[in-house]
C-alpha cells in the first residue's frame, strides 16, 4: 500500500464510499503524491506519447496560427496567449521559440500566460522554459482572466480528458441509474454502487435499449472549466486538442464500459483503481456538452474537426506565407505522425469557438 492509497483509504474511513471523480482527483493532483506532481515526461520515458513528444512542428504549427490570430484583433490591443496544462513547458517553449524566429515583432508584444495551480509544476516549467521564463506570467487558474478584459488566445492540450469524471452505471432491471464509487475491501480499493443519484441522460427511448451495466462518464470539472474560459474573452478564441467524442458518439453501443483508461509504462489498463498516483487516468471529452457550454457564453464555434484536418488546414495556410521556414525530411516525419489517422490525426478533435 502506497502513501497515497492510504490517504485516500482513510478519507473513505472518514466519510464513506467516494464518487469516482473525488478518487480520481486525489490519485491525479493531490498535492504531494498525486500523478501529475511526479516529475515525469511524456514520450517514450514516460507513460503515454503526446503530440508534443513528436516534435516541435507541433508548437510551431501552433505558434502560426495564433500569430494569424492575434493578428486580428483590433488595433492597439495587446495580444494575449494562455496556455492551461502545460504539463512541463515543451509545449509553451516550443510556441514561443515559433514567435521569436519568424514573428519577432508580434514576440515583442505577445504576453503568454501558463495557467497553473501547481507551484511544483510551475518550477519544473520555469526550467524547461529557461530563455522565456521572464517572458511569461504564471497563473493558477483562468478565472483570473475575468480581471484582465482578455483578447487573445485561450487553450489546452489534453487537459480536458484528465479532468475528474463521475461514472455512471445503467441497471436494466432496474431502470434506474446509479453512480459507481470507491470503497476499501481490505487494502485494496473496490467499485460500490451509489443509487442516490439524479443523473439522467434526458433521451428516456435510449435508456430503454441500453444494456445492463452500461457505462457513461459526466465530468463537470470540464464543464466547470469551459464555462470559465469563455467567460473571460472579450475577443479572442478558445480552443483545445483532445481525445473526444460526441454525445452520439458516446452512447455507442461498442463502449459498453465507457471511456476511462488508465496508461502506465506505456501499458493501458482498465484497472482504474489501483497504482492510486502512480498511472494516469483520462476519459474522453464529451465534445457536444462543453460546446455547448460555450454557446450558451456566447461563443461561436468556428472548427470541430479530428486533428489531422486541422494540422492540415494551418499547415496550407502557413504555405502561403514567409512565417515559416524551410521544410526538410525531419517537419515530413513529424506531420505524418500527428496527421496520420492510425498515429495521433484522428485519435485527436479540435474545439475552437470565438466571439
Known sequence: ????????????????????????????YHPEHGYYEREMSPGKRGDFYTSVSVGSLFGELLGFQFAEWVAELPPGTPPQIVETGAHDGRLARDILTYFKTYRPRLFGH???????????????????????????????????????????????NELLDAMPVHRFGWDAEKKKWFEWGVAMDGDKFAWRKI???????????????????????????????WHE????????????????????????PARKNGT????????????????????????????????????????????FNTQSRFLTQVLAQAAKGQFFGSWDAARTRQFQTLTHPDHLGNRFRVLIQSR
Request: net charge negative; no cysteine; charged share 25%.
Open 195 to 225: 443509487w442516490d443519484t439524479t443523473f439522467k441522460t434526458h433521451h428516456p427511448d435510449l435508456d430503454a435499449v441500453l444494456p445492463d451495466g452500461y457505462v457513461v462518464e459526466v465530468s463537470s470539472a470540464a464543464k466547470k472549466w
Open 260 to 303: 476511462l483508461r488508465a496508461y502506465r509504462q506505456h501499458h493501458v489498463s482498465d484497472d482504474l483503481l489501483e497504482h492510486a498516483g502512480e498511472q494516469d487516468i483520462t476519459a474522453h471529452v464529451n465534445f457536444s456538452v462543453i460546446r455547448k457550454v460555450g454557446e450558451d457564453a456566447g461563443l461561436l464555434t468556428e472548427f
Open 229 to 252: 474560459a469563455a467567460d473571460a474573452i472579450e475577443h479572442g478564441w478558445l480552443m483545445t486538442l483532445d481525445y473526444g467524442l460526441s454525445m452520439e458518439e458516446a452512447f455507442s
Open 1 to 28: 500500500m502506497n502513501v497515497l492509497t492510504k490517504i485516500i483509504g482513510d478519507e473513505i474511513a472518514t466519510h464513506g464510499v467516494l464518487t469516482f471523480a473525488r478518487f480520481m482527483d486525489m490519485a491525479l
Open 110 to 156: 505577445v504576453r503568454y500566460f501558463i495557467a497553473e495551480p501547481s507551484a511544483r509544476r510551475r518550477e519544473r516549467q520555469k526550467k524547461v522554459l529557461g530563455e522565456f521564463a521572464d517572458d511569461i506570467t504564471w497563473i493558477t487558474g483562468v478565472q483570473e482572466l475575468k480581471r484582465r478584459h482578455f483578447n487573445g488566445v485561450i487553450f489546452s
